[in-house]
């Protein structure tokens, strides 16, 4: 009897220890030491995607007195050979007290043909102390493709009446990739 309940009860006891959890130390962190020439340098690139080079461009226009718009203002030129990934816009406006900053937009030769996109939502945040300036601003994530020329941008506001030169700023980031075949 002694016998056949050890061969049960065998079984169950091992199997009852095999179910514990093992509890391991964790690793101790280590110290990693890169040592190159400065002929083999540590690449500081996205090396996942080497074909990316970022760009970032900026340029401030403004309003001609009786103007409701900025006109093309050109913000950059993609050169040929390369495809400019534009992934963020923004806008930033200065307006004289009582106009508003109603549109903006963007240009560019984008997969073969002339195209143009709105812009991003434009938003009022207030006055300068004085109430002399109202200031507007836009920005938006966005995935444009623009092939070799220029790229222009504009802005629109609800009024014709004062000057208002250096008013607007443009910026638009993303990265640059090799395209052989985007020759204008």
Do not use: W
Request: hydrophobic content about 40%.
């Amino acid at each position: 009897m002694k016998t056949k309940l050890f061969l049960l009860l065998t079984p169950i006891l091992l199997s009852c220890f095999a179910l514990l959890p093992v509890v391991r130390a964790a690793p101790s962190p280590s110290n990693v030491n890169v040592v190159n020439t400065t002929a083999s340098p540590v690449p500081v690139r996205d090396v996942d995607n080497p074909a990316r080079q970022p760009f970032q461009a900026e340029v401030v226009g403004g309003f001609a007195d009786g103007a409701s718009t900025t006109g093309d203002i050109t913000i950059a030129t993609v050169p040929a050979g390369k495809r400019l990934v534009i992934e963020h816009v923004s806008v930033f406006g200065m307006m004289l007290r009582l106009q508003r900053l109603v549109a903006s937009g963007t240009q560019m030769h984008e997969l073969g043909h002339m195209s143009g996109s709105h812009g991003p939502p434009i938003s009022a945040q207030g006055s300068n102390a004085d109430g002399t300036l109202d200031y507007f601003i836009a920005s938006q994530l966005v995935r444009f493709y623009a092939d070799p020329g220029p790229i222009s941008v504009f802005a629109e506001r609800d009024s014709f009446g004062g000057a208002n030169p250096d008013s607007v700023t443009f910026t638009i980031s993303g990265y640059f990739v090799d395209c052989p075949e985007c020759v204008p």
